[in-house]
C-alpha cells in the first residue's frame, strides 16, 4: 500500500501544479467576456479569480454541477 501512494503522488503532483494556473486562466478568460467595466474586471481578477484558482478542486466541482445544469461557466470555453 505504501508502494502504490509512492507511485501516484507524482501524477497527482503533476495535477495539482496544473489545475491552479489553469483555473486561473479559464477564470480571467470568462470575466474578460462579460459586460463590466474595466476597473470591475480588474478587480475579479486579483481577488475572485485568484481565489477560484487557489481552491480549484471545489471551483472545478462548482463549474462542473453549474455546467450539469445548464448554466454558462468557463468550462464551456473548453468543452
Known sequence: ME???Q???VPLG???SFA???TFILSILDT???KMSVVWKLLFNFTLDALAATLWPITWLIWG???YL???TPLGLIF
Do not use: E, F
Request: hydrophobic letters at 50%; glycine letters at 14%.
Open 3 to 5: 508502494r502504490l501512494g
Open 7 to 9: 507511485i501516484l503522488i
Open 14 to 16: 503533476i495535477i495539482w
Open 20 to 22: 491552479g494556473p489553469v
Open 32 to 34: 474578460w467576456q462579460t
Open 65 to 67: 454541477v453549474r455546467m
Open 70 to 72: 445548464g448554466y454558462h
